[in-house]
């Protein structure tokens, strides 16, 4: 095994403060296995910069500079996992993962060596473990906590954590601006049957525009666009984007094998983004994390922040909640303000016909309540993963369109908790008015 040890210029990218800046960072290439250069990049107190760094580079960067010139694997996996037990929606769904800045497997190089040692890889991929691994993954994305989740696991380090449940999704938040400052970690869930309609190989360069792949590991569509733009600028008619394992899915899927995962490789010149032949060299960039993140807060975001603590701060005084509850309630993960709205204001809890055990709302009308009530709050990401967490406490029933109440024993559910105290506040001292 050999280390060699350089300098790469990633130009043109966002510092902490959202200021575009030309950064010299670490290169690390080693001549055995991927394993090694991360081992490398981890010793040298870097990290390995995701994907979007690199296509924030490219695209300021000329076409004989080294970003164009050479590959780099990045901080990126690809991931095709199962969901056999249900935890993400109907069981046996496949589904492709992407993740940026963050990872299941390949912050432990160890791990990558072994399984090379062992000759466990797939076409190139490593095996994913279905308790360990999938499993504890699929049930880490939908807590409410799952930032605090993946950083106890080693997956991201300390930062902001996106998880986007389709890819509409992160499509709409990565239009927002400024989306990449503070290099953000996020994780973008598509189903197989979906994600296996992109493009793949190297196509013309204008229809890649529209390559989820690629908008995915961009960090986004105005990220592509700026990329693809300077290959235009260079004549290039084509770009390359591999789904890599796909190909062979459905053979894997009938001996019982799908999961299994790869390290996002952006590839020199044209050849695009693909996933990574574990078992190959390694090219790795570890960079100076203290150029990007730690964020520094901009106006619009103190005081939104400062909105969302005196709404709180209402709410408590409003309810007279004990000193500390809010805070607990977060703790057992919930956000107050989705708790607040899905449960007081979408049920009626308070006033003098809740609809508890039997007392039905339309589905259709609770949703109204409970979003009217969080107005310019609202995320159906974070709605949809109370949905889940809450679902314990509504009783369902269909007529001609479905309804639901708190459950009647609802204090026998929750008792010795926060979100029992809540209730108790919410429904028994309030009915009294």
Not at 273 to 297: A, H, P, Q
Not at 361 to 386: C, E, M, P, S
Request: proline share 2%.
């Amino acid at each position: 095994m050999s280390i060699s040890r350089g300098e790469i210029s990633l130009k043109g990218v966002y510092d902490k403060n959202g200021q575009t800046i030309d950064v010299t960072e670490e290169h690390f290439f080693s001549d055995s296995c991927i394993a090694d250069s991360i081992k490398a990049v981890k010793k040298a107190g870097l990290i390995r910069a995701p994907t979007y760094l690199h296509v924030q580079g490219r695209a300021n960067a000329l076409e004989n500079d080294p970003l164009w010139d050479y590959w780099f694997d990045t901080y990126g996996e690809r991931l095709l996992i199962v969901d056999k037990e249900g935890i993400n929606g109907n069981k046996g769904q496949l589904y492709v993962v992407s993740l940026q800045n963050c990872g299941i497997f390949s912050n432990n190089p160890h791990r990558i060596r072994t399984a090379i040692q062992e000759q466990r890889l797939k076409d190139g991929q490593i095996p994913l473990d279905q308790e360990t691994d999938v499993n504890a993954f699929l049930e880490a994305i939908n807590n409410t906590n799952y930032t605090k989740e993946f950083q106890q696991k080693g997956w991201t380090k300390s930062g902001q954590l996106y998880v986007f449940k389709s890819f509409e999704e992160f499509d709409d938040a990565s239009k927002k601006d400024h989306f990449l400052v503070g290099l953000p970690a996020y994780i973008v869930l598509r189903k197989y049957e979906e994600a296996k309609q992109t493009l793949v190989g190297v196509q013309d360069i204008f229809a890649q525009l529209n390559n989820q792949n690629l908008i995915i590991e961009s960090g986004g569509r105005s990220q592509l666009d700026k990329m693809l733009g300077k290959a235009i600028d260079f004549s290039w008619e084509k770009f390359g984007s591999s789904l890599d394992y796909y190909t062979n899915v459905d053979y894997y899927y009938n001996i019982g094998y799908v999961n299994f995962g790869s390290v996002v490789l952006i590839d020199s010149k044209n050849n695009g983004i693909c996933g990574y032949i574990l078992k190959d060299r390694g090219s790795s960039v570890g960079i100076n994390v203290d150029r990007f993140t730690k964020c520094v807060e901009t106006v619009e975001e103190t005081n939104l922040e400062k909105i969302i603590t005196q709404k709180i701060d209402q709410i408590s005084q409003e309810l007279q909640l004990p000193n500390g509850l809010v805070e607990s309630l977060e703790e057992e993960g919930y956000n107050f303000l989705y708790l607040d709205a899905m449960l007081r204001k979408g049920l009626d809890l308070g006033k003098s016909a809740p609809f508890i055990n039997g007392n039905y709302i339309q589905v259709v009308l609770w949703g109204k309540n409970a979003r009217r009530a969080l107005d310019k709050h609202y995320n159906k990401q974070t709605f949809d993963q109370h949905v889940n967490i809450l679902k314990r406490l509504f009783k369902s029933h269909f007529k001609s369109v479905p309804t639901i109440s708190l459950i009647g024993n609802w204090k026998d559910i929750t008792e010795n908790t926060a979100l029992g105290k809540y209730l108790s506040c919410v429904i028994l001292q309030k009915r009294k008015k």
